[in-house]
DNA sequence: GGAAGATTCCGCACACTGTACGGATCTCAG
DNA sequence: CTGAGATCCGTACAGTGTGCGGAATCTTCC
């Protein structure tokens, strides 16, 4: 009888004894985060989570409520990696808020699972790298000359510009890793099933028979940027219509 | 591809004699629809979109090779209901714009799971609703003055931020719906864990304090509409460019 | 008629999920 | 030494997507 359960403490080499806690959020999350990196979202489960740190399923809920506030936690992990835009660029609010754009879309972009967690994660908003990012933006459009509330329509506005391109891009990218094949090969045998979706649309047709030789990678950085452009644009216009106002 | 066989949507009786096929992919898609709509995410699952259409859940996959395609059919389904802009609007293809990108928030909100979903929808592009929606904006663009690649350009940038847009506030409406609470409600319930992640940023905690007694629905509209402006404005601004190259 | 073949429906089973619960084991304060 | 509290985890439960095999029904051809 005594002998049934095994006092798995023991079993365990690298971790007996518990001088320390072997467990603590910032390892369970770091964990998460290379899993869901390897492995994409649908391998994050409690037990692999659990297995990967040579722990139970069930001993994360000490140090995690439940798998979304984990996803919450790993999401706004992911945001640290964001570079935030400083005030005082000697480039100008624009370059400074284009470096930012572009920094985001390459973390998004470098874990695409993000997209299909962006409901999950709901708002976001409070964790401590996402408020980080988000006042540094206000900040660097105040410099700029907008009032707070305008410089947060501006925030808003970019950064739904960046994830919304970003999203897309990176559901592409997941559905071919998902595939395992190369861009190329997959959009061939996507090819059939365009063509038939496309038969009365003339324009769609043009761009997917345009688009079929050529490397796809290339000028999507040159599509970020332009469309980036356009945004900032219009922003600069109304900064320019602010300060007409003013006078 | 798509069942060409007549809804037999009329009276089924009993359940057995089965004088027209029972179930089909339409009927299966607008359940789907109706659940996700009046449940959320959570509440998808194939035992109970079987349930609800009295069959059996292994039965839908006669239909439907997987959850994956039902949800990429639900999603293009629910791209149907947005109004494709026209060609030759007699108030400019500003306003057409405009109208679709309204159009396509509205049908966003109402459905705000679809944010849980972008992930898994994938490359929807191939439905034959967004197709048209693509098309139509292509046509648009063009009809504006521009080349196919830069209405392309045009389309990606305005459907980028439009989705991104309305998906974080899909995301706060989901949230609040999961609790059930009312938004003031719900934003005073947050405001304890708001305030700790905001201590550190004044201009976050200016901006939160400042819609404390606010209607926050009231301005959202306005909110979109204005970062729409600054996207048609940058855009309107890269035509008149492309103009002057031209010449 | 009746037989052969397709199509549709579904019960069962399997591997897997998130997580509630209660007990085991540890550390540390008194 | 005693208790309190933290941490870990085995077990269990309700629920998931879906493969498989068989049963019922419809269609087609003789």
Redesign the interface.
Known sequence: MAGDKVPSVWMRPGRQGREQPALNRAQIVAAALDLLDAQG?DALSMRKLGARLQAGATSLYTHVATKSELIELVVDEVYGEVEAPRTGDPDGWRAAVARCAASMRATILRHP?I?????????AY???NM??L??AM??VF?EAGLS??A????V??V???????S??EA??L??LARSGRSEREWAER?WP??E???RD????R??YA?RRGRDPRGDRDG?FA??L???????T??LAGQEANRV
């Open positions: 979202v699972w997209v299909s967690v962006l409901g999950e994660a709901g708002v409070l964790g401590p408020s980080r988000s006042e206000l900040a105040e707070l509330e410089a947060d329509q501006a808003n506005t950064v739904a510009y960046v994830v919304g391109i999203a897309s559901a592409w997941a559905t996507l099933s365009a038939h979706a496309v649309h003339p324009r769609l043009a761009l345009a599509a332009t469309g452009d356009c945004v900032l644009q219009g922003l216009a109304r």
